[in-house]
């Protein structure tokens, strides 16, 4: 497709305060703004010049965005990358900072913020549109050329009024080129568990589930997946062009279709390379001979939300699996010899003392490589913001139920009473392993450390 103006386009991933957010504990990782990186191929593809800005990984000031901004066309500015679609800050303040550094008519916005409120961000930022959902078709649509009320899935303001176009298709993601992974530097990304070099990737969008907790608004409608040769191209060319070790699968749920996992390990495996991997998926997504397929190719950490250790609050969230099926997906994870990181949370509506404290002994029961735990939030566009009959914009937690500072202790709590067991002291020191011991030191500065006090 080529552009009928040459354009030049900016993209910005603001950074927001420190490993962990103040506000509603969201981890603000060192990790690969995926999404941009789509754009920017995109764009490229059409003959574009695009800037990237990651002020999350090479500290930026100010002065230095203002002036980025001035030098393009289009400035794209996100609340939210890929990595925290699901889960995103509560803060808007460091965004909003870098929005009001860009002339508001070449100013657009993207992320998870603006499309569950899209005519509220486009008054806070007073930004020429809102992207809404997925941003690929649309960015690259602007910087065609084409105004904002042509372009579907966009939010704008005309005669002041607010005008919110029709959601657009679906990302085919087999569409998609190689990610513009040449616009960053592999060397300032990293995931304090699996190392440096560190790469993001996805293979597909959608979950078939509708847990009430789970913001899934920036996810199309369906289940996409790329090709795996695609897949295995994009790793290869990470670890051989890029100098990638490690990396993680960004997918909902990665295992959901346990024949096209088993065919992109297999091709992993063929391939041979160097390359340590993390994934996140549900416990009863998973076996033994997957699992065990899944460490040859790569794999090293699991995330599973488990959520609750109450029968009753998994039930009432939707989440659709029991305590049986997350213990055998746990224990199989053991024995293949991936690691597992576990989340919990706390303050789903209806749950009492007797529930959180089930949760707690069930972490522990668990006894996972790694354990995480937090309030729950309710998001805007999630049946549980719906239910909470909530009014207030990217609440912290159901405040008419629950008190956040409670939450929060008890959070601090699960954390001690997790990490200082003298079980789970025990098993780290039995496991003669250098790289996790740095790993668990790591983990305790910047997690457990903060619950102690
Ligand atoms: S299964 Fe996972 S991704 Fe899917 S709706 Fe539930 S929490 Fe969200």
């Keep these: 497709m080529a552009a009928t103006v040459t354009r030049k386009v900016l993209l910005v991933n603001p950074s927001w ?22 754009c920017a191929a995109l764009l490229e593809q059409d003959g574009l010049s695009v800037g990237l800005i990651d002020a999350r990984a ?43 550094l860009v002339e508001p008519d070449k100013l657009y916005v993207m992320g998870t913020h603006g499309t569950v409120a899209p005519g509220e961000l486009l008054h806070m930022t007073q930004a020429r549109a809102i992207v809404r959902g997925e941003p690929e078709p649309a960015v690259r649509a602007l910087c065609e050329g084409k105004d904002p009320s042509e372009v579907p899935g966009v939010t704008y303001l005309q005669e002041g009024t607010t005008i919110h176009n029709p959601e657009g298709n679906p990302v085919d993601l087999t569409t998609l080129p190689m ?91 063929s391939a041979g390379l160097p390359f340590e991997w993390a994934c996140q998926t549900r416990a009863d997504y998973v076996d033994g001979p997957l699992l065990k397929l899944m460490k040859r190719a790569g794999c090293r950490l699991i995330h599973f939300g488990v959520e609750s250790g109450s029968p009753r609050i998994l039930a009432a969230t939707n989440k659709r699996i029991t305590l049986e099926q ?17 989340f919990f949370m ?13 949760t707690i002994a069930f972490a522990k029961r668990l006894s996972p490589t790694y354990a995480s735990f937090h309030a729950v ?45 003298p079980a789970m002291l025990w098993s780290r020191v039995r496991r003669v392993d250098v790289r996790l011991w740095r790993r668990q030191a790591a983990l305790f500065w910047h997690y457990v450390r903060p619950a102690l006090t």
């Excluded at 509603?24 to 703004?33: A, E, I, K, L, V």
């Excluded at 997350?326 to 576990?342: F, P, Y």
């Excluded at 409670?406 to 699960?414: E, G, P, T, V």
Aim: aromatic share 10%; with cysteine; glycine share 8%.
């Design 377 to 421: 939030t309710p998001y805007m566009g999630t049946k549980l913001y719906e239910m909470s009959g909530s009014s207030e914009l990217f609440p912290e937690v159901l405040s008419k139920e629950h008190d956040p500072l409670i939450l929060q202790a008890i959070a601090n709590r699960a954390f001690r009473e997790f990490y200082l067991r």
């Design 17 to 38: 305060d420190g490993l962990v957010s103040r506000k509603g504990r969201r981890f603000n990782r060192t990790w690969p703004p995926l999404d941009l990186l789509n």
């Design 179 to 269: 990610p513009a992974f040449h616009l960053l530097d592999l060397r300032n990304y990293r995931y304090e568990i699996l190392g440096g070099r560190f790469a993001l990737l996805e293979t597909t969008r959608g979950c078939h589930h509708r847990c009430h907790f789970c913001l899934l608004k920036m996810y199309g409608k369906g289940y996409r997946k790329k090709d795996p040769e695609q897949v295995v191209h994009e790793v290869t060319h990470l670890v051989r062009e890029a100098g990638a070790k490690t990396g993680y699968f960004i997918d909902l749920e990665f295992t959901a279709v346990r024949d096209d996992v088993r065919d992109l390990c297999e091709r992993l495996v």
């Design 58 to 100: 090479v500290p930026t000031t100010p002065e230095t965005i203002r002036d980025a901004a001035a030098r393009h066309d289009l400035v794209f500015v996100t609340s939210s990358p890929i990595d925290r679609w699901q889960c995103p800050n509560l803060d808007l303040g460091p965004f909003l900072a870098v929005t009001h």
């Design 346 to 358: 706390f303050g789903f509506p209806g749950e009492t003392a007797g529930d959180m404290e089930a």
């Design 326 to 342: 997350i213990e055998r997906g746990i224990a199989e994870t053991k024995q293949s010899g991936i690691d597992q990181l576990c």
